[in-house]
């Protein structure tokens, strides 16, 4: 079983930065595509970044310019960095592996981290 720790929420302010973590843990074989995404308040959740095992990258066009996605695959972590921070993105974040053990593949959540863009 694969289990995803977040950490790096919180509270910042406008114009701000916070970076978020996502390590992954458990009996893995592979990691393919390692994303970011986002939940506001009465809205769906939307894709922020995505990375594939390439290093090919894709974002959000509300956080272009602004936000970083990462990942070391060592360590089977994956990292946003996020600048420029707006009220509008505030949100509980959660990061999405997808890859596969040594019997299946899986596509795994982490548990959502807290961010709060506000003065």
């Known amino acids: 079983q694969v289990q995803l720790v977040e950490s790096g929420g919180g509270l910042v302010q406008p114009g701000g930065s916070l970076r978020l973590s996502c390590a992954a843990s458990?009996?893995?074989?592979?990691?393919?595509?390692m994303g970011w995404y986002r939940q506001a308040p009465g809205k769906q959740r939307e894709l922020v970044a995505r990375i594939n095992s390439d290093g090919n990258t894709n974002y959000a066009d509300s956080v272009k310019g602004r936000f970083t996605i990462s990942r070391d695959n060592a360590k089977n972590t994956v990292y946003l960095q996020m600048n420029s921070l707006k009220p509008e993105d505030t949100a509980v974040y959660y990061c999405?592996?997808?890859?596969?053990?040594?019997?299946?593949?899986?596509?795994?959540w982490g548990q959502g981290t807290q961010v709060t863009v506000s003065s």
């Open positions: 458990g009996s893995i074989r592979r990691i393919n595509a």
């Open positions: 999405n592996i997808d890859g596969s053990t040594g019997w299946s593949g899986f596509n795994s």
